[in-house]
């Protein structure tokens, strides 16, 4: 399974960005799909996942409201779109397809990862 984030570049703070992963066929249409992220120093962080139709979706406490995540499975695409970004949101960003159709929060329910992209939002 090959999986490919893209889509981070340098913003200011306020500004947007929208994360793009690409899946290969054989997980997009049964499995949930999540996005992490880990900056210098820190732990990985759970931002958001969608269950493998779209239809369930669940987003980490620093992120909800400004985030969203959707799907497309049609194009085997995963996308984070990032709004009102802040300083804070700087990391490198993981796109990771779960073991099941519904997502979680925790790191260790995914079984694939992707490369990560590189998010940096000036202040």
């Known amino acids: 399974v090959q999986l490919q984030a893209s889509g981070g570049g340098l913003v200011q703070a306020g500004g947007s960005l929208r994360l793009s992963c690409t899946t290969s066929?054989?997980?997009?249409?049964?499995?949930?799909v999540g996005w992490f992220r880990q900056a210098p120093g820190k732990e990985r962080e759970f931002v958001a996942t969608i269950a493998w139709n779209g239809g369930s979706t669940t987003y980490g406490d620093s992120v909800l409201g400004r985030f969203a995540i959707s799907r497309d499975n049609a194009k085997n695409m995963v996308y984070l779109q990032m709004n009102s970004l802040k300083p804070e949101d700087t990391a490198v960003y993981y796109c990771?397809?779960?073991?099941?159709?519904?997502?979680?929060?925790?790191?260790?329910?995914?079984?694939?990862w992707g490369q990560g992209t590189q998010v940096t939002v000036s202040s």
């Open positions: 990771a397809v779960s073991r099941t159709s519904y997502g979680s929060r925790s790191s260790t329910g995914y079984q694939y």
């Open positions: 066929r054989r997980t997009s249409s049964n499995n949930a």
